[in-house]
Nanobody, 123 residues
Framework: QVQLVESGGGLVQAGGSLSLSCAAS????????MGWFRRAPGKERDFVAA????????YYAEAVKGRFTISKDNAKNTVYLHMDTLKPEDTAVYYC????????????????WGQGTQVTVSP
């Protein structure tokens, strides 16, 4: 089982920037992709971005494309989400997730989840 610990959430004004990080740990750690999801108040959890662990491929939700950047540090088993030009509608709890099996999808098949970190964007 993979343990994921997020950090970096907080309060920011609209138009501002914020970065999240997520460190993965666990015995015999094998990662295929890592991703970020978010759940806004009263809504379902949505996919935000994902990155292939063995390469550089990335995939973004349309709502964040061009504003958010996902990156990784394989040596530190850490994935990052840099968020620019934040909007009030980006307010949500952001979750880090990991695929530990070979799944042919950037959006589905995540089997390990972090506890979430709150991001609040004020108008």
């Amino acid at each position: 089982q993979v343990q994921l610990v997020e950090s970096g959430g907080g309060l920011v004004q609209a138009g501002g920037s914020l970065s999240l990080s997520c460190a993965a740990s666990g015995p015999s750690l094998t990662l295929y992709r890592m991703g970020w999801f978010r759940r806004a108040p009263g809504k379902e959890r949505d996919f935000v971005a994902a990155i292939a662990w063995g390469g550089t491929s990335t995939y973004y939700a349309e709502a964040v494309k061009g504003r958010f950047t996902i990156s990784k540090d394989n040596a530190k088993n850490t994935v990052y989400l840099h968020m620019d030009t934040l909007k009030p509608e980006d307010t949500a709890v952001y979750y880090c997730a990991a695929q530990t099996g070979r799944i042919n999808s950037f959006m589905y098949g995540y089997n390990s989840w972090g506890q979430g970190t709150q991001v609040t964007v004020s108008p």
